[in-house]
T-cell receptor, first 111, second 115 residues
């Protein structure tokens, strides 16, 4: 089992749709959680950190369920510019700083 | 926001050349820096983790003598691809982080092409 698993995708949605990405992690020592987006041939860019209480930034909502070891990202009112690969990232410290990326979920938003 | 500068952005060179890539955190002190490689249409692959002043920790399958990492200060890490060959052609990306509860900030990446 992979340490961080994401929906395989791709997701194809029309503009204005709501789309949800799921991510699970296997190591209970995981300490911090993030969502990044990566455009083709570009570096990943931080979308948002994920907090236990859940957090929202405009059209984006992230949630964390530590008991289920599950993270989600919800995008409301999808825009064409949301088309990208969304990466779930987990930091943990089982004797040293370790960071693990999910394989990413590709999103295509179409007009 | 935190900025990481990576240089050069593009390198094209002959097989056998050694290539050095610099990664600088411009407005924060990166206690830990990561080096990644990404082949077309594939996921990011972590190559190594480096902490300032200590030896880098390499991921399984990454040759430490091939990919030399130096993290001499809290704002600078370098990756040297020694005697590069065509199979080393890839997109190399660095990131810096201040602590385990903080997000990584990525450089713009270096596209390396070995002829």
């Amino acid at each position: 089992r992979k340490e961080v698993e994401q929906d395989p995708g791709p997701f194809n949605v029309p503009e204005g749709a709501t789309v949800a990405f799921n991510c699970t992690y296997s190591n209970s020592a995981s300490q911090s959680f993030f969502w990044y987006r990566q455009d083709c041939r570009k570096e990943p860019k931080l979308l948002m950190s994920v907090y236990s209480s859940g957090n929202e930034d405009g059209r984006f909502t992230a949630q964390l369920n530590r008991a289920s070891q599950y993270i989600s990202l919800l995008i409301r009112d999808s825009k064409l510019s949301d088309s990208a690969t969304y990466l779930c990232v987990v930091n943990l410290a089982p004797g040293g700083f370790k960071t693990i990326f999910g394989a990413g979920t590709r999103l295509f938003v179409k007009a | 926001g935190a900025v990481v500068s990576q240089h050069p952005s593009r390198v094209i060179c002959k097989s056998g050349t050694s290539v050095k890539i610099e990664c600088r955190s411009l407005d924060f002190q990166a206690t830990t820096m990561f080096w990644y490689r990404q082949f077309p249409k594939q996921s990011l692959m972590l190559m190594a983790t480096s902490n300032e002043g200590s030896k880098a920790t390499y991921e399984q399958g990454v040759e430490k003598d091939k990919f030399l990492i130096n993290h001499a200060s809290l704002t600078l890490s370098t990756l040297t691809v020694t005697s590069a060959h065509p199979e080393d052609s890839s997109f190399y990306i660095c990131s810096g982080v201040t602590g385990i509860n903080q997000p990584q900030h990525f450089g713009d990446g270096t596209r390396l092409s070995i002829l």
